[in-house]
């Protein structure tokens, strides 16, 4: 039996703040710091800086617009 592949989706408009949440989450795993104002300013201007192209995530079970915590 074969595997389900997972799909990318566009994230929306109303789930930019989600996603930036859930980015800067996994970033900070990494020991990484999240740059919200520089480096990951696109997470929540996807339409200025995605103008030719878009944002995706994987979408399993995954819904960002309910509250995960």
């Excluded at 930036?20 to 990951?40: G, K, N, S, V, W």
């Excluded at 997470?43 to 915590?69: C, K, N, P």
């Amino acid at each position: 039996m074969q595997k389900e592949l997972p799909t990318l989706r566009i994230v929306h408009r109303t789930e930019g703040p989600v996603a930036q949440a859930m980015i800067f989450e996994i970033l900070r795993e990494y020991h990484l710091a999240p740059d919200p104002a520089d480096t990951d300013a696109d997470l929540l201007d996807r339409e200025h800086f995605y103008r030719t192209g878009w944002f995706a995530v994987r979408a399993w079970e995954l819904d960002l617009t309910q509250d995960t915590a």
